[in-house]
């Protein structure tokens, strides 16, 4: 009997991964699931998956990998969707290639990694002429002489846990001492805030160590959150030819194969600043699928076959997408948005994020979550 090459999802419990595994599934590749346990199940729940392993830390996910597919006759591929995963699999990237077809860089130990530091991948937009908005790196407590507010505080490493919580943004130099007592690394990124009109995502993949470059999908957001991104999108074709050609030289420079997005601040007179690149399945990319590109398909196909990528692209129509559970407490449960109207765009979304008729076992375990964490509040309310 003819092996068959092994499609493998390496990540946390979160609709990321579970957007990838049903990606492989609906094209009929079951994934073997490595899943770092969460609050509750969910992309683990996915009717998609062949083989579960559920582990408590990346390690042993890890172990589990080289031990079981790590002696296979055609190299498994190997897809990660947060940025910890990812980081963890790039820093032993010597001792995977030979075993594995994953994220890398040049198929350099620590290269992906190096690039996640926001302070790199913002010098290295700079060099090939992106804008970006006026930055310093600092040691937490120092405040630049040119300084120019308001500003934004960022994590430089988008690997630590809970990473977005560094991020705060200041009106004057109190406001950055306040922040300064809460921000948990020893250094800062601060940049200048830009009072943003919408924001821009593309997602897309590159093989040929970062030389050949598709981008699949733009994604505008419906709602603006001041210091977060939106749940409720449109997503249409390819962006702007210009801003994909300077990307192209970053991503030939990193050397970068995988699955990427890449985000975009969009200011007040509609000028774009870059903001970073995320060398991993996006949050998102589910959306590309539902537009025709089916991002861990393509990817994976091209890395075997170049032909794939003269292939990949498919023109749509532009249509809406909404991680539903979420974008309910972004806006229904704040009151900025009447339930019903809620409703009627949530109805009119092509690309849902966990509603999947095809795949309802993520959203039964989601929702008994909820009722169970309901219960456990009035129980504890009448006790008291």
């Not at 996910?61 to 963890?88: M, N």
């Not at 076992?361 to 219960?375: A, G, H, T």
Request: hydrophobic share 35%; aromatic share 14%.
């Amino acid at each position: 009997m003819k092996e068959e090459r092994l499609y493998i999802e390496f990540g946390e419990e979160h609709y990321n991964p579970l957007g990838l595994i049903r990606s492989l599934g609906e094209a009929g590749y079951k994934s073997i699931a490595i899943i770092k346990r969460g609050q509750y199940r969910l992309a683990s729940k996915s009717k998609y998956i062949s083989k579960l392993h559920l582990v408590d830390t990346i390690e042993e996910g890890y172990e589990i990998l080289l031990r079981e597919y790590g002696h296979c006759k055609l190299k498994p591929f190997v897809f990660t969707t947060d940025d910890q995963i990812t980081s963890f699999l790039d820093t032993h990237c010597e001792e995977l290639q030979d075993h594995f077809i994953f994220y890398n860089a040049n198929l350099e130990n620590g290269r992906i990694t190096k690039y996640m530091d926001k302070n790199n991948i913002v010098e290295l937009a700079k060099k090939h002429d992106l804008n970006v908005a006026k930055s310093w790196e600092v040691s937490v407590g120092d405040i630049p002489k040119d300084i120019e507010y308001p500003v934004v505080t960022k994590a430089i490493c988008s690997t630590i846990d809970n990473w977005k919580a560094d991020s705060f943004i200041c009106d004057n130099e109190n406001d950055l001492k306040e922040a300064y007592k809460k921000i948990r690394g020893n250094r800062v990124l601060i940049q200048k805030f830009i009072h943003k009109k919408n924001e821009l995502c593309l997602d897309g993949y590159s093989i040929k160590k970062g030389t050949r470059v598709f981008y699949a999908i733009a994604s505008n957001y419906n709602n603006v959150i001041e210091n977060a991104y939106s749940n409720y999108m449109t997503v249409k074709n390819t962006y702007d030819k210009n801003i994909e050609e300077k990307l192209d030289k970053m991503f030939e420079e990193i050397g970068f194969e995988g699955i990427f997005s890449v985000e975009f601040l969009i200011d007040q007179n509609d000028d774009l600043y870059f903001l970073e690149i995320n060398f991993r399945n996006s949050t998102w990319s589910y959306a590309s699928t539902v537009a025709g590109m089916n991002l861990p398909v393509l990817w994976s196909s091209a890395m075997i076959d170049e032909k794939v990528f003269d292939q990949s692209y498919k023109k749509f129509d532009d249509f809406t997408a909404m991680a539903e559970f979420v974008d309910f407490q972004d806006r229904v449960k704040t009151k900025q948005i009447s339930f019903w109207k809620w409703f009627r765009q949530l109805r009119k979304c092509k690309c849902l994020y966990f509603l999947n008729a095809h795949d309802m076992n993520p959203i039964y375990s989601k929702i008994c979550n909820k009722l169970s964490k309901f219960v456990k509040r009035r129980k504890n309310k009448n006790e008291n």
